[in-house]
């Protein structure tokens, strides 16, 4: 008897403890529908765990992926898709447009504009032009391949980065980069 009662309390206990009333009170996220500034600034905080965002593409004197000559010449080392991803970031952001053609944008890409017979430089504007599409597709990986869910593809010279969170059918989603001179370099972005 006292075995039942035991267990008929035990019981009683587990089974009113699950009886909780949830109310969503706001959806935050990438896919909020409510605000799109929402969603971004929760990205960005994310990305600022990484990147000091104020201070993006002000020279600093112990960043070493962004290395600054005493004639104010600037070298920006990519050696992985997270350096490269900050450097597009940058480049973008705070409108750097040579430094983003000369060493953001690759050798490969200009010469396949070339071939195409184009202006390389349009590789320069098409990006500029997508300003705020790949602003976005950066900010869904702001620890580039270490960012959980991000799918990465390595071969000999190339990396492929992909967002964890998909965009709708127009939106960007993939990085392709490639490596020339030591260095990742942007190849496109689809």
């Known amino acids: 008897m006292r075995r039942t009662l035991a267990i008929l309390l035990i019981l009683a206990f587990f089974t009113l403890s699950a009886c909780v009333e949830e109310r969503i009170v706001e959806v935050r996220g990438w ?91 349009e590789a320069l504007e098409v990006v500029v032009q997508s300003k705020a599409a790949i602003v976005d597709l950066l900010l869904t990986m702001p620890a580039g391949e270490q960012t959980p869910g991000a799918y990465v593809t390595r071969s000999r010279d190339r990396y492929l980065l992909a967002s964890p969170i998909r965009g709708d059918g127009g939106a960007l989603s993939t990085l392709d980069m490639v490596i020339e001179r030591g260095m990742l370099r942007l190849y496109t972005i689809r």
């Open 31 to 121: 896919r909020s529908t409510k605000s799109k500034t929402v969603a971004n600034t929760s990205w960005q905080s994310s990305l600022a765990q990484f990147v000091d965002l104020e201070s993006l593409g002000e020279p600093q004197e112990n960043n070493p992926l962004r290395r600054v000559t005493e004639a104010g010449e600037v070298t920006l080392v990519s050696q992985s898709p997270r350096h490269l991803i900050s450097h597009l970031y940058t480049t973008l952001t705070k409108e750097e447009h040579e430094l983003l053609y000369d060493q953001v944008i690759s050798d490969r890409t200009k010469r396949e504009f070339r071939e195409a017979g184009k202006d390389p430089r």
